[in-house]
Structures are given as structure tokens and as C-alpha cells.
């Protein structure tokens, strides 16, 4: 199931123009070298606001693998199998890494068929289930890695399409519940954005502003 939104072409123009910007390491010989890595999709990816934001308030290098586009579990035109929120993981560099920041899964439902070809509820939840593993999956890997701090970034809700708020916020609940006793933070936005989504959220419905990466940030960073 790929859910409509809103100017889903000036989306998917970003996107593609991003790829060809991500993933980059560019160190500043002033800052202490990278302790943290970033994996995930274009919340991350596209602007880079929230690693630049991370680095300049930490004083620090943060490496980045994330990648517009990409899913959790699988491919699609923009971000191929190969570049999945776990094969980031698994082709980056750990030297030195204690800390991981990531999202994901997002794309699984936008641009994939999370949902399967014939979308019922009882199809949405299978593909929850199956991203829910992955998931887990990846922080038993990050922590048999060495990794001490695993830190996972939720979607806040960009849609008030009844069947998109109910999906979005079921998964997020679900993380919730479960992913303290897996060792994984749950930093949680909906929140934080409710309300303000015209200043946080970019014109194509989906991405952050550069506000919005602002809180993203200070979201995340009291639990690095």
C-alpha cells in the first residue's frame, strides 16, 4: 500500500536530488572524532540538519549512512535493497561507535507495499510485525557490535488522513511499549509537532524544516 501525499512529485524530486548528497563523513579537524552514526531515511538524509545541528551543539563528528528513500525492509526506484536501513548499518564504518541514531520504516509504507498488494488491516499490521523484527534484529547486531547507546528517531504524523493517523500512530505506540525492554530509546515527536505543523514540516508534506530539524535535534539529544 503506498499512501497519497501531499505533492508527493516535489517529494520525490527531493528526494532523488539528495541522494546524490548523503552518506558523507566530512570530518572538521576541530572536533573530537565521531563517536555516533547515523543510519536512515531522508528525515535525516535530505538537508542533513539534524547531523550538522548534532555536530555543532556536541562539538563533535557524527558519521552519516543515511539515504533518501530507503526502507527498512527492501527497495524501490529511489533507494535500492542494497542501500536498506540495516545494510547501511552493516557497511559503515564502527570504528570508534558507541552510539547509533536511526529511523526507519517509513518508506516501507510511502513508497513500498508494507501493507501488501491488497491493503487490509490485518495485511498493515503483518507489515508492522515484519518491520518490528527487522528492527529488532538490527539493535541485537548494534549491541553484539559493541554499540551502548541505540537510539531510534520516530516519524511524527504529517497527514490528517483518518487511515494514515491510525497507522502512524498505532506503530508508534507499539515502539513505545516495547522498545525499552530491547534497549532501544524511543524518541517520540508527534508531540512536539502537533499543532505547529505549518512552521516544522516542509510544503511538500513530509520533511522537515529547518525548525523542524532544530527540534528534532533537541529531541534527540538529551538522550545521547
Known sequence: MRFSFTKFTAFGAALLASVFVAGVHAANPGRAAANKLIVGDSIFALSGAIRSNLQSDLNETVNSSARSGCQMIGGNGICSARFAVPSQYANASKTGIKTVIFNGGG???????????TPTAESCQQGIQAIEE???SLAARMRSDGITKIVYLGYYNTSTEPGALELNNGHADLKARTYPAQGIIFVDPRQAFAGREAQLIRSDGIHPTAQGSRVLTDLIKPNL
Open 134 to 136: 527487522t528492527i529488532s
Open 107 to 117: 518508506n516501507d509504507f510511502l513508497l513500498g507495499d508494507a501493507c501488501g498488494a
